[in-house]
């Protein structure tokens, strides 16, 4: 029988280790340690355990600007980038018709959306007594009138590791927003999934410390496990200091190679968990060179110029 002791004269005695006391096992991420096992196993996907930061693809942009710069064919250019991330952040639309479900990576699923970039004075031209008139779009919504665009169930079906969720924080529908975060982190926390609120900056919200303070605390009090938000010049260390979960950076609009280096090492040094990258990889000269170089300094300790001159090897190599 499965419990009868069949201990004998010619087997070592059991050792029980009764002079050891059972060790607690401590959790590497910030903010994460009492967490239940799924969750924090789903978190060592995104997150490198060993260097307890992170490489995020991101390339989600579509959901709102259709097929931007670079992601016009998914397949031909984020597809080479993929070995290179921890984690891919996307759409449930591009999971499904390019990434193979065989990949790896952990999956950050945009879960929110319902709107354009289409500027509502851009549809409609007319005239009235000899005057030229802009007419916004009939029924057009700010960017900021999202919704949530993905349930719970679909996020289970497509294993997602963390759902993100646009936050507009200062703006018209600021209370929308936070609804979609916190009805997300409620479904998510039934299943352990992890919820990554991501700081949305428009025409009338200042990109400066003060603001992402507020917004990625606001967010960590509301139950996010993740905050994304940009990169600041200065005092950004206050910024990661005030939030008491992981903070990445998100890359912004296209800038030369090095000044993106730059933007990732010192987000690093200043507390950041990682970045979640996407134009400045895959707008770049050489996008698999640059997801080397944005490696390097998030993962492997190199400084800017070093991870700038990888990039420049690799792409004369190519």
Known sequence: ???LDTS?????????FTDTPQKVPDFFLKGSHQYDWGLKNRL???FNPKTGRTIMLAF???YFMGPTTGLERVDQTILPLEPHCDCLMLTRGIQRSIIPASTQKAIALRSSGGTSM???MDEWEGELDGKALKLGRPGYEPLSYEDTAVDIEEAIRLNASVLAVQVFIGSQHERRSLQNLTKTIDAAARYGIAVMGVTAVGRAMARTPKYFRMATRIM???GCHIVKCYHTDEEFETVTSCCPVPI???GGKKRPEL????MAYDACEQGASGVDMGRNIFQADAPVPMMKAVRGVVHEGMKPAEAFQLYNDLKNEA
């Open 1 to 3: 029988m499965a419990d």
């Open 8 to 16: 004998t004269a010619d087997k070592q005695d059991k050792e029980y």
């Open 44 to 46: 060592s996907k995104v």
């Open 60 to 62: 989600d942009h579509g």
């Open 118 to 120: 289409i500027s509502p």
């Open 220 to 222: 960590a009090e509301l």
């Open 248 to 250: 990445v950076i998100a």
């Open 259 to 262: 000044d993106a280096l730059q």
